[in-house]
């Protein structure tokens, strides 16, 4: 469900450690833009996570899935992991239940440098780094076909197949074309390994190299991972858009500020990249921006440009006036910078309008 319309109903999942910390704060400055813009936005949470699981055994409840595509526009996801459940199984059954289920197969990860001081890159400004990381999010090693052999013997081997269709290489390509041409960027970069996954990644080669001629429009280049690697840190100014497989992009993608997930059926799940954190769960110093960022980039999803702009305003403003939680230089505690925000993004979309 999507309405595109005045209203939206969002689906919010904090889940485990800090996320049950930075999620309410970003859930705080969308209820501040919504006010001021007098839009109604309808919050439900679930309790979806290891305290849950733990005490009922439950991580996604029976027709979860069907709910969230029906009666919801977008779901808003803090973080799951918790040291109490080693396997983490909790965390698997609720991330790739839901992105298998919804067939979210666009992972789309921007890469934006929001303060100089923010980049050990010498002689690199806000200009220089602004480029989209797109990531295809259901199929790859995270299709988790594989097995043992001879378990727990001296002879033990394992094997992990990576598996690539055709259909899901190709429409992660055209959706990376299709959101360069869409946004006005000039350049797409398609990264691989195919130079020793010749078979994977031979698919990819291939696809890309059809897809291409269907948007010349677009300046695109083909690099092996470990090349991209280095190019991306050399000089970032040359990327807009980049597009590979789940795995490979795992190396590029920690750290940065929020992603999407996102599907043809107008599903999307919004989210900080960070983890849970256990070890900063509880102290009050967990960053919120990452969180406040990808509800950004779910107003963009619902349609509501200005009310995402304004946020965006707010966080820059944040770091440029350095209050910030101390992970970015500060001394304010979560709900502090969560407050600050809110206010200064609901004054900022009062002003626009």
Same mark, same amino acid.
């Given at each position: ?6 209203? !939206? ?5 904090? &889940?485990?450690?800090?996320? *049950?910390?930075?999620? +309410? ?15 109604? #936005?309808?919050?439900?949470?679930? @309790?979806?996570?290891? @305290?849950?699981? /733990?005490?009922? $055994?439950? *991580?996604? +409840? +029976? ?31 609720? #991330? =790739? ?7 979210? %197969? ?6 934006? /440098? #929001? ?15 602004? =480029? ?7 199929? &790859? =090693?995270?299709?988790?076909? $594989? ?5 727990? *013997? ?30 006005? /960027? ?36 083909? #690099? %092996?991972?470990?090349?991209? !690697?280095m190019e991306i840190v050399r000089d970032p100014r040359q990327f807009d858009v980049i597009v590979t497989c789940n795995l490979k992009i795992e190396h590029h993608g920690r750290g940065k500020h929020r992603s999407e997930w996102v599907s043809d059926s107008l599903s999307g799940i919004f989210e900080p990249v960070h983890g849970s954190a256990p070890n900063l769960a509880g102290k009050g110093i967990a960053n919120p921006l990452g969180s406040v ?11 509501? $440009? ?19 939680? +101390? ?18 993004? &609901? ?7």
């Amino acid at each position: 469900m999507r309405s595109g319309g005045p209203k !939206a109903r969002i689906a919010v999942i904090p &889940g485990d450690g800090i996320g *049950t910390e930075v999620t +309410p704060q970003a859930v705080k400055v969308l209820k501040a833009v919504a006010a001021t813009a007098n839009r109604p #936005l309808e919050f439900v949470e679930f @309790d979806w996570g290891a @305290d849950k699981y /733990l005490r009922e $055994g439950i *991580t996604l +409840p +029976p027709g979860a899935v069907e709910m969230l595509r029906d009666e919801f526009d977008a779901i808003l996801f803090g973080a799951l992991g918790d040291p109490r459940v080693p396997s983490n199984q909790h965390a698997a059954d609720i #991330l =790739l239940g839901l992105r298998f289920k919804l067939d979210l %197969y666009v992972n789309a990860r921007p890469v934006e /440098l #929001l303060h100089n001081r923010l980049t050990p890159l010498r002689d690199r400004t806000e200009k220089d780094i602004r =480029l989209v990381v797109i990531r295809e999010n259901t199929e &790859g =090693l995270y299709a988790g076909v $594989g097995g043992f052999f001879k378990k727990g *013997t001296p002879d033990e081997i394992a094997i992990q197949e990576d598996v690539n269709s055709r259909k899901g290489v190709e429409r992660i390509i055209r959706y990376a074309f299709e959101h360069a041409r869409q946004n006005g /960027l000039k350049r797409l970069c398609m990264s691989d390994k195919s130079n020793a996954m010749t078979f994977a990644h031979g698919l990819w080669q291939r696809v890309f190299k059809e897809l291409r001629e269907e948007y010349t429009d677009i300046d695109s280049r083909h #690099l %092996y991972i470990d090349t991209l !690697a280095m190019e991306i840190v050399r000089d970032p100014r040359q990327f807009d858009v980049i597009v590979t497989c789940n795995l490979k992009i795992e190396h590029h993608g920690r750290g940065k500020h929020r992603s999407e997930w996102v599907s043809d059926s107008l599903s999307g799940i919004f989210e900080p990249v960070h983890g849970s954190a256990p070890n900063l769960a509880g102290k009050g110093i967990a960053n919120p921006l990452g969180s406040v960022l990808a509800s950004a980039m779910m107003l963009d999803f619902l349609g509501w $440009g200005p009310e995402a702009n304004a946020l965006r305003h707010a966080v820059r403003a944040a770091l440029h006036e350095n209050y910030v939680t +101390p992970d970015l230089g500060g001394d304010k505690r979560t709900e502090e910078v969560g407050e600050w925000v809110a206010k200064k993004a &609901g004054n900022k979309f009062a002003v626009q309008t």
